[in-house]
């Protein structure tokens, strides 16, 4: 069974950085590819980046270029680096597995909140 547990959120003007953290449970991580994804009030969730076994990368454009994902397989932790933060990267941020179409429902935490605001 995984389980994952999100941290480092907080409030931020625009223009600032944030990393997030995800702690994974589970002999699997370092086999299995990641994600983070985030949910804005009233929107949908959906995927910000996700990084493979083997450390390749995909971002959405939206964050292309100023978000970085990486991960420690000795920790089992999953980053996610956010700079150049604006208003609308408010939500709130969660992890699992990458992609999508693979993600395990039962295994949402409960994300972290990340405010962008002056």
């Known amino acids: 069974q995984v389980h994952f547990v999100e941290s480092g959120g907080g409030l931020v003007q625009p223009g600032g950085s944030l990393r997030l953290s995800c702690a994974a449970s589970g002999s699997i991580f370092g086999i299995i590819a990641m994600g983070w994804y985030r949910q804005a009030p009233g929107k949908q969730r959906e995927l910000v980046a996700g990084i493979s076994s083997r450390d390749i990368t995909n971002y959405a454009d939206s964050v292309q270029g100023r978000f970085i994902i990486s991960r420690d397989n000795a920790k089992n932790t999953v980053y996610l680096q956010m700079t150049s933060l604006k208003p609308e990267d408010t939500a709130v941020y969660y992890c699992?597995?990458?992609?999508?179409?693979?993600?395990?429902?039962?295994?949402w935490g409960q994300g972290t909140q990340v405010t962008v605001s002056s």
């Open positions: 699992n597995v990458f992609p999508p179409g693979l993600v395990v429902e039962n295994a």
